[in-house]
């Protein structure tokens, strides 16, 4: 039942962030995510391992900090491949290209 779980409270954490929660809901979302992603590893759930990875691309692009965004959208990919999530894998090469023109990445590594 863990994987219920962790997609219940992963889920919440969207709709905080899609309904504009404010507060501390970044930290909470961050909180949830290193709690569970061990878990669902565990249990080869990668579909719900691409999502809560796609939860830190959120946070973590929100905030600015687009290394860490960028390192979660390649995890959220890898986990959607698996899944094959085509949809979100897509979605996360959109996300790598704006975090390379954006973040800290060297042009020529961008390219």
């Known amino acids: 039942m863990p994987r219920i779980e962790a ?7 969207y709709i905080q962030v899609y309904k504009g929660e404010t507060g501390e809901w970044s930290e909470r979302a961050l909180s949830i995510t290193r709690r569970w992603i061990p878990v669902l590893e565990r249990e080869n759930a990668h579909d719900e391992l691409a999502l809560t990875w796609r939860l830190n691309v959120l946070v973590h692009g929100m905030a600015g900090h ?11 990919t890898r ?3 698996l ?4 949809r979100l894998a897509e979605t996360n090469g959109m996300n790598l290209a704006q975090f390379a023109l ?3 990445t060297p042009v020529v590594q961008a390219i």
């Open 7 to 13: 997609s219940s409270q992963i889920i919440e954490s």
């Open 102 to 104: 954006y973040g800290t």
């Open 66 to 76: 687009y290394s860490l965004a960028s390192a979660a959208a390649a995890q959220s």
């Open 83 to 86: 899944a094959g999530n085509t």
């Open 79 to 81: 986990y959607a491949q």
